[in-house]
């Protein structure tokens, strides 16, 4: 299966600072996504990002497929962006495999 | 629009015990996929359905456990003679079918405790 790596695995902000989450595939996909974890561990869509730069709001995603990673950035960051985030990729069909996932933590 | 919806949000049942969960996918989502998270992990592909088709399974997707789809709506996930380490987050996802590519969407989940 696609290995996919993410970078850093722990993140510590204060509010306000920027950030920027990096994830690494092994193999190329043709499905790519951003997600973050609640408390509650409900996976909440950001992204879906083959290829290219998206944003919205105080996020952004930059996907370069042809070197197989991806990044999140967030900026001004804000307490309530505090959670789980996890890129997750695979094939146009069928199963996502996920990273471990970077835990951000963001103090007031 | 609403979203994927899972029943129970939480189970608690002890070894040995058969369990039930249910995924309800978005309306018109003809992919349905199961994944298991474990504490500290990512989520891990378990089986996925195009309507009532099962795809794909995972070897984690052991001979205890079954997955339904039996009118290409609504799907269910048994465990029988449940083991401690099932113990984990159960997730569902359901996606349109597109022609190149499609963005799943997951559930709330259901919680998972083998006393």
């Known amino acids: 299966g696609i290995q996919v790596e993410q970078s850093p695995p722990d993140l510590i902000l204060q509010e306000g600072a920027n950030s920027t989450l990096r994830c690494n595939f092994s193999d190329s996909v043709n499905n790519l996504q951003w997600f973050h974890q609640n408390p509650w561990g409900q996976l909440i869509n950001l992204f879906y990002?083959?290829?290219g730069t998206k944003q919205n709001g105080r996020l952004s995603a930059t996907t370069v497929a042809t070197e197989r990673y991806s990044l999140l950035y967030i900026s001004s960051s804000q307490t309530t962006d505090s959670g789980v985030y996890f890129c997750?990729?695979?094939?146009?069909?069928?199963?996502?495999?996920f990273g471990r996932g970077t835990q951000l933590t963001v103090w007031p | 629009d609403t979203g994927v919806s899972q029943n129970p949000r939480h189970k608690i049942t002890k070894r040995g015990q058969n369990v039930t969960f249910r995924c309800d996918p978005i309306?018109?989502?003809?992919?349905l996929y199961w994944y298991r998270q474990t504490l500290g992990q990512g989520p891990e592909f378990l089986t996925y359905?195009?309507?009532?088709?099962?795809?794909?399974k995972s070897r984690l997707l052991s001979d205890r456990f079954s997955a339904e789809r039996p009118k290409g709506s609504f799907s269910t996930l048994e465990i029988q003679r449940t083991e401690q380490g099932d113990s984990a987050m159960y997730l569902c996802?359901?996606?349109?079918?597109?022609?190149?590519?499609?963005?799943?969407?997951f559930g709330p989940g259901t919680r998972l405790t083998v006393t």
């Open positions: 997750a990729g695979g094939s146009t069909l069928g199963r996502l495999y």
């Open positions: 359905f195009q309507n009532e088709a099962q795809l794909e």
């Open positions: 996802a359901s996606s349109p079918k597109v022609r190149v590519g499609s963005e799943q969407y």
């Open positions: 309306s018109e989502h003809n992919r």
């Open positions: 990002i083959p290829s």
